[in-house]
């Protein structure tokens, strides 16, 4: 039986949300469902109007003079001596393994790092990429260090997929992202709701690794800001901590702005693009004992339009082609298509270039000048 969440889960007041004339929501979805509603011209764009990207606190003040590496371990101190309960979601990329080296090298020890694996058509492991060549080896060496913690692996089955699809289209398409094969971990809830009892009985924490900085320069100075985008829709996921920023992050997310703004090349600072701040970037994991390096460093321009059905990664691909290598897989995704068609056909100012399958448009939280602190 899967039971469907519609309301906000948490422990934390300082979630991310969309504010719709004055209400919350954390679907954008139906955030943006809710303030079509509110239009009252035929100008397409009024919609843009009615909805904003909130992030509910800010970073400003000087370089802090601790080192990253230290800040990391100070961050997973902190979640460890504030909740009864920590669970890393890994996946076996960059950003969840930095979170759990940090944990690591901070000498506490998390109670669960949890995965869900996902089958949307047939099961066959070896569309599940990252798992398989990253965290298969980041949890080897974790049950040496940790020999007492929960390590747990949720499936995602192809009747799940197909039950959402037949029985809570609107749901589904509320907390994913547009790519047919998409889920997050609040369908893992749903799904396994005994999650959610231990949670409610136990302070928890789901710590996920969390948000891009996105940082540049105008005329009043460096400020930093949110897209929507990376996180991934989940914004109503139960229970979550992301590590690298929220409120109680001000150190850590001031050092790596500061890191950020001395790697940009000086020759640009009197007008600079705005840039992502990935912190799987290699110039951000100083702090790591393991010995080799895992990940290698990339330059991006910020960008708010990235995703959707198009995106073209390994990942994605590989998920797709098990999506259609059964007949309840290829039924799953064609009801999703038409689904997304149907919106496209409503409501193409929604996304970008006009057409579903370059994902919704991003939408920015306001900039921060995080160096105006005085």
């Known amino acids: 039986m899967i039971n469907k969440i519609t309301s906000k889960l948490s422990n934390r007041s300082d979630d991310p949300y969309y504010d719709v004339d004055g209400e919350i929501h954390y679907s954008k979805y139906q955030a943006l469902c809710k303030a079509q509603s509110l239009c009252v011209t035929p100008d397409p764009n009024e919609v843009w109007g009615h909805i904003k990207f909130v992030v509910p606190y800010e970073h400003k003040g000087p370089e802090p003079s601790q080192s990253l590496r230290e800040l990391y371990m100070e961050r997973a101190r902190h979640i460890r001596q504030n909740n009864e309960y920590v669970r890393i979601w890994g996946s076996g990329g960059a950003d969840s393994t930095h979170v759990i080296l940090a944990f690591k090298e901070a000498g506490v020890v998390p109670d669960e ?13 070896s569309q599940n990429i990252e798992v398989n060549n990253g ?37 589904w398409l509320s907390y994913t992202e547009l790519i047919p094969q998409a889920l ?75 890191t950020m703004k001395k790697s940009l090349d000086p020759s640009n600072r009197a007008q600079y693009d705005q840039h992502d701040l990935m912190v799987k970037d290699d110039t951000l994991l100083e702090y790591f004992s393991i010995g080799t390096k895992m990940f290698a460093q990339k330059q991006r321009k910020g960008r708010n339009d990235s ?18 290598s059964s007949t309840m897989g290829q039924k799953t995704v064609i009801k999703l298509l038409a689904k997304y068609y149907e919106l496209h056909q409503r409501f193409p100012h929604w996304f970008n270039n006009g057409h579903v399958v370059h994902d919704y448009i991003g939408l920015c939280s306001k900039k921060v000048y995080f160096e105006k602190y005085q």
Not at 113 to 125: E, F, K, V
């Open 135 to 171: 965290l298969r080896e980041v949890v080897r060496q974790a049950r040496q260090w940790w020999p007492k913690v929960k390590m747990k692996t949720y499936d995602i089955l192809p009747e799940h997929y197909n039950w959402y699809v037949e029985n809570a289209l609107e749901h």
């Open 113 to 125: 790092i949890a995965t869900y694996i996902q089958y949307p058509g047939i099961i066959d492991l």
């Open 307 to 324: 995703g959707g059905i198009l995106c073209s990664d390994a990942k994605s691909l590989l998920r797709f082609g098990n999506a259609i």
């Open 184 to 258: 997050n971990w609040q369908m893992v809830y749903e799904i396994y709701p005994e999650l959610i009892e231990n949670d409610q009985t136990l302070k928890t924490a789901n710590i996920y690794s969390g948000p891009n900085l996105s940082m540049g320069r105008d005329a009043t100075g460096w400020y930093y800001m949110f897209i929507d985008k990376p996180f991934n829709e989940q914004l109503n996921a139960p229970f979550q901590t992301f590590f690298f920023s929220d409120s109680d992050t001000d150190k850590m997310s001031l050092k790596m702005l500061y």
